[in-house]
């Protein structure tokens, strides 16, 4: 059997075919439709997966947002606007006519991520840092979403009381600091404007302001992950997302964390199966 895995990001569609060995057969994206309306995603959805749709038996889709009895809900409107009640897990079956699995997709991330480790670790926390900031926690061997589906949301905890308002509509999450859109928006002079992707370009030519939008990000990942190890206790992070994986990034993490005492710390990681741990863990929850 083959399961049809989708994953819904900030700026990306994603969609693959996957079989129950969890190899990724065949893979599909398209941009995540700019007016960000119920419309437009369904439109998108409708086009990215009906074609594929015939071909599977079963569909699990991993997105962006709170995830709760088959309804998306955007935590930041910046991230996924418009979006504040989206049947997903309605309108996808409806779109392919088959039975459909819908889950955060850091989350499902965690959950892939987890099934990768080569050591037998009780508890694992997946934090990604990309567009915005989520994660995922994995413990005694069970992936927790929590009852309205909102465990493992680090990046809407407080990173700086002083700082940016978050889109989610608290002040200084780590979100509004340490993700991509976070670091473009505190550009400024000759950077303003630019998205993370460039700043981190520009960081890796010697660029001094680049440099210290990249360390304040790192610096601020390290710390929660930091609050993490001493809410869970972890025995392990796993980083993942467009940011945590760009070049140097993780050795800046480490770096940072190794300065906090050694009851916070924890090994790192990054993520095993990187950019496609949303598809394959929405897909390994649904053959469960």
Same mark, same amino acid.
């Given at each position: 059997?083959?399961?049809?895995?989708? %994953?819904?990001?900030?700026?990306?569609?994603?969609?693959?075919?996957?079989?129950?060995?969890? #190899? $990724?057969?065949? #893979?599909?994206?398209?941009?995540?439709?700019?007016? =960000?309306?119920?419309?437009?995603?369904?439109?998108? $959805?409708?086009?990215?997966?009906?074609?594929?749709?015939?071909?599977?038996?079963?569909?699990?889709?991993?997105?962006? &947002?709170?995830?709760?009895?088959?309804?998306?809900?955007?935590?930041?409107?910046?991230?996924?606007?418009? $979006?504040?009640?989206?049947?997903?897990?309605?309108?996808?079956? #409806?779109?392919?006519?088959?039975?459909?699995?819908? $889950?955060?997709?850091?989350?499902?991330?965690?959950?892939?991520?987890?099934?990768?480790?080569?050591?037998?670790?009780?508890?694992?926390?997946?934090?990604?840092?990309?567009?915005?900031? &989520?994660?995922?926690?994995?413990?005694?061997?069970?992936?927790?979403?929590?009852?309205?589906?909102?465990?493992?949301?680090?990046?809407?905890?407080?990173?700086?009381?002083?700082?940016?308002?978050?889109?989610?509509?608290?002040?200084?999450?780590?979100?509004?600091?340490?993700?991509?859109?976070?670091?473009?928006?505190?550009?400024?002079?000759?950077?303003?404007?630019?998205?993370?992707?460039?700043?981190?370009? #520009?960081?890796?030519? &010697? %660029?001094?302001?680049?440099?210290?939008?990249? =360390?304040?990000? !790192?610096?601020?990942?390290?710390?929660?992950? !930091?609050?993490?190890?001493?809410?869970?206790?972890?025995?392990?992070?796993?980083?993942?997302?467009?940011?945590?994986?760009?070049?140097?990034?993780?050795?800046?993490?480490?770096?940072?964390?190794?300065?906090?005492?050694?009851?916070?710390?924890?090994?790192?990681?990054?993520?095993?199966?990187?950019?496609?741990? &949303?598809?394959?863990?929405?897909?390994?929850?649904?053959?469960?």
């Amino acid at each position: 059997m083959t399961t049809l895995a989708v %994953d819904i990001g900030g700026t990306k569609l994603a969609a693959a075919i996957i079989d129950d060995d969890f #190899r $990724l057969l065949e #893979r599909h994206e398209c941009p995540t439709p700019a007016s =960000q309306s119920p419309q437009a995603l369904t439109a998108s $959805l409708e086009a990215l997966l009906s074609p594929l749709a015939k071909r599977v038996q079963r569909v699990a889709v991993a997105s962006t &947002g709170i995830i709760h009895q088959g309804v998306l809900t955007a935590v930041n409107p910046a991230n996924l606007g418009g $979006l504040a009640q989206f049947p997903l897990q309605e309108t996808v079956s #409806r779109i392919t006519g088959l039975p459909c699995l819908v $889950l955060n997709d850091a989350q499902a991330a965690a959950w892939a991520e987890y099934q990768a480790l080569n050591e037998s670790v009780a508890e694992m926390a997946f934090i990604t840092v990309s567009t915005g900031v &989520g994660g995922g926690l994995v413990s005694q061997g069970r992936l927790l979403t929590g009852a309205g589906g909102l465990a493992g949301h680090f990046g809407h905890t407080l990173a700086d009381p002083d700082g940016p308002r978050c889109g989610c509509g608290r002040i200084g999450c780590v979100e509004a600091i340490a993700s991509g859109r976070g670091i473009a928006a505190a550009a400024q002079g000759e950077l303003y404007g630019l998205d993370a992707k460039a700043i981190f370009a #520009r960081a890796k030519a &010697g %660029d001094a302001q680049a440099q210290e939008l990249v =360390q304040r990000s !790192a610096r601020i990942l390290a710390r929660l992950i !930091a609050d993490v190890k001493a809410v869970t206790d972890c025995q392990c992070v796993v980083i993942g997302g467009s940011v945590g994986l760009a070049e140097g990034y993780l050795a800046q993490v480490e770096a940072f964390l190794a300065q906090e005492p050694k009851a916070y710390q924890v090994t790192l990681k990054a993520a095993h199966y990187r950019h496609d741990a &949303g598809l394959l863990g929405a897909a390994m929850q649904a053959l469960q």
